[in-house]
């Protein structure tokens, strides 16, 4: 049977009590005995024998206690190093799946362009064809060239990122501000915790102006349910004056800008119906109580 931790504090009782009765006896410790003491002593025989065979007893026991360690150090040491062959084991096939996972993203994205490659140049070729149709007798078809074919999978490319994000702006901006800041005040009062992967103030920072803020997440799926959420800050006493739209191109910016011209006219001359953008075009209902329309942003 193995020592337990009770068994080495009785064995250690034992040997105190030992101790502490020699002392008594030879006035003196252990370590200072001689036979000139014990002589001195006049011991009996039967004492003497009696505490021989009492510190031969100890001596048995500390020996038991002692070869039971070990035993249990040299199997902690052996599973100590399990331990270690197993962490490095482990760390092999964490590289492993670092190095497949790797691979497998750079052959996602080799096929994900090549796709587009060929859907931009099917549909390039097919708009030749047309065009080739139609103004044979006034200019030559356009040509399949290598850097139209690099613009067009460029503008392929830009417009899949650019899905992936949107645009607060009105969004109140101090000296030195803390952008991350900023937009978790808006998630707040929109009741939303979207994981963003980037954000950032557009353009030179000017006392008085709010910039806009453009916002990265993880998909456009994600970025159209901000969007269609984006309404209810209308009803947030901190951010009622913030509103959040799609990241467009310069030439988006523009029809968006003349849309929300024409929107701001039709507000003024007809104030029975309700006037949106919906779809890239000004839309309106007639006013009724409780009825709030979806709008674009």
């Known amino acids: 049977m193995d020592c337990t931790m009770d068994d080495w504090k009785k064995l250690r009782g034992e040997l105190d009590h030992f101790d502490n009765m020699m002392y008594k006896k030879f006035d003196c410790e252990l370590e200072d005995m001689s036979k000139k003491k014990i002589e001195a002593a006049g011991l009996l025989k039967a004492q003497l024998v009696d505490w021989i065979l009492g510190f031969a007893e100890m001596l048995c026991k500390t020996k038991k206690f002692n070869g039971d360690e070990m035993v249990k150090v040299k199997h902690l040491s052996e599973k100590v190093i399990e331990s270690q062959d197993m962490v490095i084991i482990l760390q092999e096939r964490l590289l492993g799946f670092k190095e497949d996972d790797l691979e497998t993203l750079k052959t996602s994205v080799r096929e994900e362009m090549a796709t587009v490659q060929t859907t931009v140049k099917s549909e390039l070729e097919s708009w030749s064809e047309i065009a080739k149709r139609n103004t044979a007798s006034v200019q030559p078809a356009a040509t399949l060239t290598p850097a139209k074919l690099k613009d067009a999978v460029r503008s392929a490319v830009e417009e899949e990122d650019r899905s992936r994000n949107f645009v607060i702006f009105n969004k109140q901006e101090e000296v030195d501000g803390n952008v991350e800041q900023a937009i978790a005040e808006v998630f707040e009062d929109m009741n939303e915790r979207p994981r963003v992967i980037e954000c950032r103030r557009l353009g030179k920072f000017q006392h008085g102006k709010a910039r806009p803020i453009k916002v990265k997440l993880t998909s456009s799926d994600a970025v159209s349910h901000i969007l269609r959420r984006a309404k209810v800050l209308k009803t947030s006493e901190r951010s009622k004056m913030t ?18 011209m024409q929107l701001k006219e039709k507000i003024k001359t007809d104030t029975e119906r309700y006037h949106f953008i919906r779809g890239g075009n000004i839309a309106s209902v007639e006013k009724t109580a409780g009825t709030t329309p979806n709008v674009d942003s």
């Open 243 to 260: 509103f959040i739209g799609p990241d467009r191109t310069p030439e988006e910016r523009d029809v968006h800008r003349a849309l929300v």
